[in-house]
């Protein structure tokens, strides 16, 4: 299938959060901010019991304060709110600490408030700064490495994850985001052995079997790379990218109920994605299989991927056509689709699904 918008070679950040459905009543979902974690003592609690400890600098999403208690929906739990504070807040706080006692955690923490506000640029130059502290450790080499990675940095990004493994030989991670960058570099050979490190270092590390599954079907082996995928989902049901490039691997090995599974469970972690939208409209509009067709459901993602990019995207445009000319609506998809052909008169897919519609007959993408 042609739309394809979601392949992803992204090692593991440094914040990994579970999604869970929320077991709360009347509690508001929706979050209305980032909080930093400020306290070595600061608890999800569940259901009126203490559930788990964060972790200091861990960042999350946070809903709207009750009797001095914040609901994380991503945690399905409270956090009490003084263990908390604004990314501006801890900003100031830190920016405090580094001056009267610098330290390369300090900035290190500095660097994730400054990433999760967007500043890339600022955050990298905070890694730095924490790299050459006495007490640098592995930690703040691989935060580098994968921020350095994010501004398309990738041979300082080499050089950082490498550091890393330097300073840790006996660390799955930095093998683990060397073997990410590695796949996508091209280099899967040394991408294979990197993540084979990290899993004889820990054999329940889901981003290394991730990775090595993007290196395998890189590698023209599509069955070792569905293996890996589905492990790195049995060791972690909610990582997006293993399910993200499980679904795009079983499109083109034409598993099609498979990879319709997949993409209903990836709208529960990126509702608002429009990739993923489209990709899951156009599967659903366009499939062989009768079974896995849903005409209705594929308008409805493909109007959500057109309104999210505001119908900057051809493609996406494209597939709302297809997902209308599935739910039987020939006028709609007739109309769209000859404004693509109008704006793109080379794109011959595009004129020849025009006839098609005007014919009154759906596309079909066989695959191949």
């Known amino acids: 299938m042609h739309k394809k918008h979601i392949s992803f070679v992204r090692p593991v950040f440094f914040l990994s959060v579970l999604l869970f459905p929320n077991l709360l009543v009347g509690v508001q979902e929706k979050p209305d901010g980032r909080r930093v974690v400020f306290s070595p003592h600061a608890t999800v609690v569940a259901e009126g019991e203490e559930d788990r400890l964060l972790s200091f600098g861990d960042i999350i999403d946070v809903a709207e304060e009750r009797e001095g208690w914040r609901y994380a ?3 399905n739990g409270w956090v009490e709110a003084t263990h908390l504070r604004t990314l501006d807040q801890a900003a100031a706080e830190l920016e405090k600490r580094s001056e009267n006692s610098p330290s390369a955690g300090v900035f290190e923490l500095r ?3 400054a990433d999760a506000q967007g500043k890339l640029q600022q955050a990298i130059d905070f890694y730095q700064q924490g790299t050459k502290q006495p007490d640098v450790a592995a930690g703040v080499w691989n935060s580098l490495g994968l921020a350095l990675q994010r501004d398309e940095q990738l041979q300082p990004a080499l050089r950082a994850f490498s550091e890393a493994i330097r300073l840790s030989p006996d660390s ?9 960058l590695l796949a996508l570099m091209g280099d899967h050979k040394a991408s294979l052995s990197d993540s084979n490190r990290a899993l004889a270092i820990d054999p329940h590390r889901a981003g290394a079997y991730s990775n090595r599954g993007v290196t395998w079907e890189a590698l023209g082996e599509p069955k070792k790379a569905l293996a890996d995928f589905t492990r790195a989902l049995e060791e972690d049901p909610a990582h997006f990218d293993a399910r993200a490039n499980r679904a795009l691997l079983n499109v083109a090995e034409k598993n099609w109920r498979a990879a319709a599974t997949d993409y209903e469970q990836l709208r529960k972690y990126a509702p608002s994605s429009p990739d993923l939208a ?4 156009w599967l659903l509009a366009t499939c062989p299989h009768e079974t896995v067709r849903n005409g209705r459901k594929a308008v409805e993602l493909a109007e959500l991927a057109v309104r999210l990019t505001d119908h900057r995207v051809s493609d996406y445009e494209d597939t709302l056509a297809a997902a209308f000319a599935e739910a039987g ?7 769209i689709q000859q404004r693509l052909v109008k704006s793109k008169p080379d794109e011959t897919e595009f004129q020849e699904r025009l006839e098609l519609y005007q014919s009154e007959k759906p596309f079909r993408d066989s695959g191949e």
């Open 278 to 281: 489209n990709d899951y409209a």
């Open 329 to 335: 609506d020939f006028e709609k998809a007739i109309e």
């Open 111 to 113: 660097g994730r408030i």
């Open 73 to 75: 929906p991503e945690l």
């Open 172 to 180: 799955p991670m930095g093998y683990e985001n060397r073997a990410g």
